[in-house]
């Protein structure tokens, strides 16, 4: 299983988005700092995510959603969410 997630600083309330095949502990690195972009506007805060069965769809998702850059956009993405 691999996801696309939107996590959310609560710093500046900035969106981060990434792929990866484990949220939690992708979530605890960028929590801990250990990437470097994340780093200076911790603490992070999992919003949003979604599901795919193979890598190739996600990375696709992935590269959608960060080239949509509006925060509009993601805020209206994470209000469907249905935790």
Wanted: net charge positive; hydrophobic share 35%.
């Amino acid at each position: 299983m691999y996801f696309v997630c939107i996590i959310q600083s609560d710093l500046d309330h900035s969106f981060y988005i990434g792929f990866s095949e484990n949220v939690e502990n992708r979530l605890r690195e960028h929590n801990l700092g250990s990437t470097n972009y994340t780093a200076t506007k911790r603490p992070w805060k999992l919003v949003y995510f979604e599901r795919f069965n193979n890598k190739s769809d996600a990375l696709k998702r992935e590269i959608f959603l960060k080239k949509q850059r509006n925060k509009k956009f993601y805020q209206k993405l994470i209000e469907t969410l249905d935790w």
